[in-house]
């Protein structure tokens, strides 16, 4: 299926792995010129040689920048123009009580799931309107929806992006431009499988159990019974980023496998 995305240039924070590496991926395939972001410039580096040895053809760069740093964040905004797909990726997250979290974490977290996707929009979406064509995607979580009581402080960073995401989209009307969030589920990204696998040895047990066994514990309701893959919420960005998706448009778009229990 040819979704008209050939020539368009696109951004994506925090795509050296998981998710925003396989939107890439995806994008590549699509003919689009990506530039992906990662604060470590030798994993930046690794990432870059992969992209382009699965596609030799692609036009493909990196930008290093860590976004809990205002100066590093101002260096790469200076070398972004012209942008007709940004994909607001960046994030990290961390098991914690909320007796255990400090100002400084709460700072921290809101400063790289929130601040970062601020200041990207900020700088390219007016850029997009001038042109009357752009996408604008906010990769979000159900833990914005379903805040897990050991991440308040993740879940909260996750409800303030959509609320960015549905705030912006109000400035497209009439335009060709569109702003959307995704809702994704428990995905199995790089970060989640590290911790599974530290668990799975620090308890003796298979990989595969672990994640079982961390699915039943923190979603027994999931409809997909399983982890999510990285590509199957890209499949979904891939699709908002294209003009085939037009309809859609400040709305949160779920691919959280049926974790969700709301309508």
Do not use: C
């Not at 009439?174 to 530290?198: C, Q, W």
Request: proline fraction near 3%.
């Amino acid at each position: 299926m040819d979704l008209n995305l050939k020539g368009k240039r696109a951004f994506i924070s925090g795509s050296t792995q998981g998710i925003g590496f396989a939107i890439a991926q995806q994008l590549l395939a699509e003919a689009v010129e990506v530039i992906i972001n990662g604060r470590d410039q030798v994993k930046l580096n690794n990432s870059l040689a992969v992209l382009r040895r699965e596609f030799p053809d692609a036009i493909v760069s990196g930008i290093a920048a860590d976004f809990s740093d205002r100066e590093q964040v101002t260096g790469l905004l200076d070398q972004l123009d012209e942008i007709d797909i940004l994909i607001n990726n960046v994030g990290i997250f961390e098991l914690k009580d909320f007796t255990a979290l400090t100002d400084e974490d709460w700072y921290r977290i809101f400063e790289i799931n929130v601040m970062s996707s601020v200041s990207l929009s900020r700088k390219l979406l007016p850029q997009m309107l001038k042109n009357n064509w752009g996408r604008v995607i906010f990769i979000s979580s159900e833990s914005g929806i379903n805040i897990p009581g050991n991440m308040i402080h993740y879940g909260m960073t996750k409800s303030a992006m959509m609320a960015v995401s549905n705030g912006l989209s109000k400035l497209t009307k009439g335009t060709e431009v569109t702003v959307n969030t995704i809702l994704g589920g428990p995905t199995y990204s790089d970060g989640v499988a590290n911790t599974v696998e530290y668990l799975a040895n620090v308890q003796n047990l298979s990989v595969e159990q672990m994640k079982m066994g961390i699915l039943q514990q923190t979603n027994p309701h999931s409809l997909i019974g399983r982890f999510i893959n990285p590509a199957e919420i890209a499949n979904l960005a891939i699709y908002l980023s294209s003009p085939l998706s037009l309809a859609t448009n400040g709305a949160s778009i779920r691919a959280d496998g049926g974790v969700l229990k709301t309508v």
